[in-house]
């Protein structure tokens, strides 16, 4: 069975020694010990709550009746539970019931989430992509009445965007919706694929719809964001009569069996705008974007969680020898954890994790300063910054959750094939997130040829600058002197990567098409060795005073050596990659494949 103890001590790190950073207009009240005690709340949650239905809820799965979906044993209890421990509301705005919580924090909690039950963090999730969208696009009368019960949890949310025939291209939606004279409008449509579609853990779902007016222009600009409950709200707010909203079917998927995956009927369902007509997807981005977040959080969380697993049994498993001879020759073997290869296993893991996770909590830091900054040009500045980070993160996080869940399954051997020890899940499971909300594919596009370019370059330069100014700084380190020199050399080879695409991109976009998943993982790793190098100088800083912490700090350097020896530096065949250009890719004719 699968175990979790939530990585209470590297949160800490990132959160209080890496960041250091003074609250927020706002978040005065989450001082640094309640946040520990908020940190440490719920990771006794997660593993007490959501771990033990983990397994169950993924042999379950859930059930479809009469257009009635049943989700797993256990998970409307812990619904519950996890409703009244408030933590569906941790982000949200106090206003409206939430707690007002920093995306720091939140994030750390919702990582926790999925690395003990991702196919339950999808219900509370959705729900919170729905309520931020309705909280910056929604009318005073529908964040009123709304927004409490999702925030509470007594009603819940979805984003229903894909059909049978567009998925990455909502340009091509067919929903219709049609205004009634009442200023509401009547929603017609077929919605697969939805995420919490149906299920039986809220009384009511909101489902956000993107939908066409009958004379909107073509394509992506005639596209408009409705709210559709599935049971109307009555004059006192309360769930009332049915909507035309219904469930056709759940899928039979690979993983996160205990998410429900509805295919969603709209019937002449009664919706609202949300924001303006035609501009449904600048509505739908807000969502989209804080989902993105979300899910590169995913692939840390499972990563994390396979990463304990894959732990505990290197040590606990025993296979031959160390190849220097005996390290327990009291035993009938050694442990596996000796073994080069098995630590190769056991640390890239380690580093993919604890990287990750410093990256992710430098973007929800960025995000916090977009949300609640009082100067307009600093929250400007982390728009930018946060805009061009978020397909990075998405994509780098979600394929290196997926990785790792197969580093671990290897560690495991057989034992991980097989259902026993939860790996085959977490394998299973983390495949998803590299697919929905934007496949890990059209984020690198999005990089390439939306947000590299955007403002000539100027959100490129938000991230360029401090990492310039770093390695300046620390070139002559007495001791990462050396390791920053070789970082340099990395970021040379991502900026000379940027340079090439912007060249060749402006006179043929394929080139951007053939180079942009490459560039995005070869910027994945730079990132990650910005922090890693960023921790290392600080665990340095740290560890004469450190005490009984001291190996802490000794991990963070070790790791980070490892990082910076042997996967930074992929970012030379990558760069070699790019520069191919999209040559070699696009020879072979159609017809010949
Ligand atoms: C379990 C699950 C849950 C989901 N939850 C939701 C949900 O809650 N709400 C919702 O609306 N949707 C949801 N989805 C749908 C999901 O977001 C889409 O599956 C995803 O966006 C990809 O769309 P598609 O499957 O139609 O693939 P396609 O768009 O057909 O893409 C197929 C392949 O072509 C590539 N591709 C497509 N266009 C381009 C391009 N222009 N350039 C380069 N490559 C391209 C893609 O990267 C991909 O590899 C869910 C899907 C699953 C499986």
């Known amino acids: 069975m699968q175990t979790y103890k939530a990585p209470l001590r590297d949160m800490k790190f990132v959160l209080h020694e890496l960041m250091n950073e003074a609250p927020l207009p706002g978040h005065e009240e989450f001082t640094p ?3 520990d005690s908020i940190l440490e709340e719920a990771g006794k949650f997660c593993a007490e709550q959501l771990l033990p239905l983990n397994a169950s809820g993924d042999l379950e799965g859930c059930a479809i009746e009469n257009g009635v979906v049943r989700t797993p044993a256990g998970f409307k209890a812990a619904y519950d539970a996890f409703n009244e421990g408030g933590w569906g509301g941790l982000e949200a705005a106090p206003e409206f019931g939430g707690q007002g919580a920093p995306a720091t924090l939140a994030k750390l909690v919702e990582e926790m989430i999925c690395a003990t039950n991702i196919s339950f963090g999808m219900y509370p999730g959705l729900t919170q992509g729905a309520v931020r969208a309705l909280e910056i696009h929604g009318t005073e009368a529908q964040k009123a009445l709304y927004l409490p019960k999702m925030i509470s949890g007594q009603w819940s949310g979805t984003m229903c965007l894909t059909e049978p025939h567009c998925g990455t291209d909502l340009g091509l939606v067919r929903t219709k919706a049609v205004a009634q004279a009442d200023g509401s409008y009547r929603i017609t449509g077929a919605k697969i694929f939805i995420s919490a579609g149906e299920h039986d853990l809220s009384e009511n779902i909101i489902h956000l719809v993107l939908a066409r007016a009958p004379d909107a222009p073509p394509g992506i600009k005639g596209i408009s964001l409705f709210v559709v409950p599935k049971l109307l709200p009555d004059a006192a707010g309360e769930a009332g009569a049915g909507n035309g909203v219904s469930c056709a079917a759940i899928e039979h998927k690979l993983g996160i069996k205990a998410s429900s995956t509805c295919q969603m009927n709209f019937d002449d369902a009664q919706g609202w705008l949300v924001g ?9 981005f807000v969502m989209m ?45 050694d442990p596996i954890i000796v073994h080069p290869d098995v630590r190769r296993m056991l640390l890239t893991m380690r580093a993919y994790v604890e990287g990750s996770r410093a990256l992710g909590m430098w973007v929800a830091r960025r995000l916090d300063e977009a949300n609640h900054e009082r100067d307009e040009a600093k929250k400007a500045e982390a728009e930018e910054f946060v805009a061009l980070l978020t397909p990075v993160v998405k994509a780098f996080f979600t394929d290196a959750g997926f990785e790792c869940a197969s580093l671990a399954v290897q560690v495991y051997g057989g034992h991980g094939y097989i259902r026993d020890h939860g790996m085959e899940q977490l394998l299973r499971d983390a495949r998803i997130a590299m697919i929905y909300e934007g496949t890990n594919g059209v984020q690198a596009l999005d990089l390439v040829g939306r947000k590299m370019p955007a403002n000539f370059g100027r959100g490129l330069r938000r991230f360029f600058h401090p990492v310039a100014a770093f390695i300046e700084e620390n070139k002559g380190h007495p001791v990462l002197g050396r390791a920053v020199g070789g970082f340099g050399k990395a970021f040379g080879a991502l900026q000379l990567a940027t340079f090439f695409i912007a060249e060749k991109a402006l006179a043929d976009a394929e080139e951007a098409g053939a180079a942009a998943t490459d560039y995005l993982r070869l910027f994945g790793l730079v990132a990650l060795g910005f922090m890693w190098l960023k921790m290392m100088k600080l665990a340095l800083e740290k560890l004469p005073d450190a005490g009984v912490d001291a190996p802490f700090y000794q991990a963070k350097l070790s790791t980070g050596r490892f990082y910076l020896e042997r996967m930074l530096t992929q970012v030379g065949a990558l760069l070699a990659v790019i520069k191919a250009g999209k040559g070699a890719l696009m020879e072979l004719p159609e017809e010949l494949f």
Not at 276 to 283: C, D, E, I, S
Not at 302 to 317: F, M, N, P, S, T
Request: hydrophobic share 45%.
């Open 276 to 284: 303006q007509l035609n501009r449904g997807m600048q509505a739908m």
């Open 289 to 333: 974007n804080a989902a993105r977040l979300g899910v590169a959080t995913q692939g840390l969380g499972i990563a994390e969680a396979a990463y304990q697993g894959a732990v505990l049994y290197a040590k606990e498993r025993l296979q031959g020898r160390a190849l220097s001879g005996a390290k327990y020759p009291e035993k009938a073997a």
């Open 33 to 35: 010990e309640l946040v």
